[in-house]
């Protein structure tokens, strides 16, 4: 066993200094990912005085801290494991061209009092987030979404899952009474003893367990919409509906434990918070569209008993009271205004809502418009 160990951590050891080597220097990556590039060089460094500390206990012979020594070296196994094929991958793959993406990370962090002084990242992937709050935040965006406007909204989605991270106790028990409200209405009037009512009865509690994911997924639908109104209507919208007919609805057996609620469930909740905000008009736009999709696929609206009508209205003032105690930043009306001229300051908000205004207007000619918008943007936030 002591050979075993001893040759498991001098590979280990071995590995961690090829990574710290392998980082770039400093002076050739963006001011927004030097503190990222501190923690995770400072992990780093961390790690491989546990595993020197490891290699120290050995050569002391004595067999009874192999257990302990065993254990330690699989726990740093995976420490570094999730360093070398996650975190440090932002830092490997910087460019010039990243910056655009972490600029408006940095803003996203810099509006909430929780996460001003967490350090943010990217990665090339599906639209997503790592939201550990023990390493700094790796975040996910489709290569050619990188280099545009339109799908940065996307980020306000994924910030949610963070401050659910900061806030996860409290948030934690509001789903649990959103549970509990789900099950009452799901409780049948007659109660029966046979075979069929048990199996209805675990029908219910799937769907109930389902329900504490796929309120966190609202709650972060809500965040996004509540940091960029229409531009994030407009990029979740987008980036989904074409996606094919799983998009609109799935059999039972598939939403059994799913992570994330039918997306047409979603576009409901999001035409919700339309009308709340006086926008009805972009919420009957969205629905019709949304409806000619299905009806072209031959698809009815159909959750299989996960969502009835008789939810929305706990659920939504569940995840009304999941942003009272969050707080995420707060779109002002005035931020929806246009533009305008080259040389108006703008906020990233104004930007991306000007962004979708543009593209509606002219998607021929909206290439050069957001060419000259980032250039401005990111000069802006120098």
């Given at each position: 066993?002591?050979?075993?160990?001893?040759?498991?951590?001098?590979?280990?050891?071995?590995?961690?200094?090829?990574?710290?080597?392998?980082?770039?220097?400093?002076?050739?990556?963006?001011?927004?990912?030097?503190?990222?590039?501190?923690?995770?060089?400072?992990?780093?460094?961390?790690?491989?005085?546990?595993?020197?500390?490891?290699?120290?206990?050995?050569?002391?012979?004595?067999?009874?801290?192999?257990?302990?020594?065993?254990?330690?070296?699989?726990?740093?196994?995976?420490?570094?494991?999730?360093?070398?094929?996650?975190?440090?991958?932002?830092?490997?793959?910087?460019?010039?061209?990243?910056?655009?993406?972490?600029?408006?990370?940095?803003?996203?962090?810099?509006?909430?009092?929780?996460?001003?002084?967490?350090?943010?990242?990217?990665?090339?992937?599906?639209?997503?987030?790592?939201?550990?709050?023990?390493?700094?935040?790796?975040?996910?965006?489709?290569?050619?979404?990188?280099?545009?406007?339109?799908?940065?909204?996307?980020?306000?989605?994924?910030?949610?899952?963070?401050?659910?991270?900061?806030?996860?106790?409290?948030?934690?028990?509001?789903?649990?009474?959103?549970?509990?409200?789900?099950?009452?209405l799901l409780e049948p009037v007659v109660k029966r003893d046979d075979q069929q009512a048990k199996q209805e009865a675990q029908k219910r509690q799937i769907i109930i367990h389902t329900w504490f994911t796929w309120s966190q997924e609202l709650f972060c639908d809500a965040v996004g919409f509540q940091i960029g109104g229409l531009c994030f209507v407009?990029?979740?919208?987008?980036?989904?509906?074409?996606?094919?007919?799983?998009?609109?609805?799935?059999?039972?057996?598939?939403?059994?434990?799913?992570?994330?609620?039918?997306?047409?469930?979603?576009?409901?909740?999001?035409?919700?918070?339309?009308?709340?905000?006086?926008?009805?008009?972009?919420?009957?736009?969205?629905?019709?569209?949304?409806?000619?999709?299905?009806?072209?696929?031959?698809?009815?609206?159909?959750?299989?008993?996960?969502?009835?009508?008789?939810?929305?209205?706990?659920?939504?003032?569940?995840?009304?009271?999941?942003?009272?105690?969050?707080?995420?930043?707060?779109?002002?009306?005035?931020?929806?205004?246009?533009?305008?001229?080259?040389?108006?300051?703008?906020?990233?908000?104004?930007?991306?809502?000007?962004?979708?205004?543009?593209?509606?207007?002219?998607?021929?000619?909206?290439?050069?418009?957001?060419?000259?918008?980032?250039?401005?943007?990111?000069?802006?936030?120098?």
């Amino acid at each position: 066993m002591r050979e075993i160990l001893e040759h498991s951590n001098l590979a280990l050891l071995y590995e961690i200094d090829l990574l710290i080597s392998a980082l770039p220097s400093k002076e050739t990556i963006a001011d927004e990912l030097l503190t990222y590039y501190d923690q995770i060089y400072e992990s780093a460094r961390q790690l491989r005085q546990k595993v020197l500390q490891s290699l120290s206990d050995l050569r002391k012979q004595r067999k009874q801290l192999f257990i302990d020594i065993l254990s330690n070296t699989q726990i740093y196994t995976r420490e570094f494991h999730l360093l070398n094929y996650r975190l440090v991958i932002p830092l490997r793959r910087y460019r010039p061209s990243d910056q655009l993406c972490l600029k408006m990370i940095r803003w996203l962090h810099t509006i909430h009092p929780q996460t001003r002084s967490t350090p943010g990242a990217f990665c090339d992937g599906d639209v997503g987030i790592y939201p550990s709050l023990k390493y700094p935040i790796t975040y996910f965006m489709p290569t050619s979404a990188q280099y545009g406007l339109l799908y940065l909204p996307l980020f306000f989605h994924e910030f949610g899952h963070l401050l659910y991270a900061c806030h996860k106790p409290e948030l934690d028990e509001l789903v649990i009474d959103l549970q509990k409200e789900l099950a009452s209405l799901l409780e049948p009037v007659v109660k029966r003893d046979d075979q069929q009512a048990k199996q209805e009865a675990q029908k219910r509690q799937i769907i109930i367990h389902t329900w504490f994911t796929w309120s966190q997924e609202l709650f972060c639908d809500a965040v996004g919409f509540q940091i960029g109104g229409l531009c994030f209507v407009n990029a979740f919208s987008m980036y989904l509906k074409m996606w094919g007919s799983d998009r609109f609805s799935l059999a039972f057996e598939n939403l059994v434990y799913s992570s994330h609620p039918v997306a047409w469930l979603r576009i409901k909740l999001l035409c919700e918070y339309l009308r709340q905000s006086g926008l009805e008009e972009y919420a009957h736009k969205l629905e019709i569209e949304w409806k000619s999709i299905a009806d072209a696929l031959s698809i009815k609206e159909d959750y299989f008993g996960f969502y009835n009508e008789e939810f929305l209205t706990p659920i939504m003032a569940t995840i009304h009271d999941m942003l009272i105690e969050t707080e995420p930043y707060k779109l002002k009306p005035e931020k929806l205004a246009d533009m305008g001229s080259a040389n108006q300051n703008i906020s990233p908000i104004q930007l991306l809502n000007s962004a979708w205004l543009k593209f509606h207007e002219n998607p021929e000619a909206y290439k050069n418009w957001e060419q000259e918008a980032v250039s401005i943007f990111s000069n802006q936030l120098e």
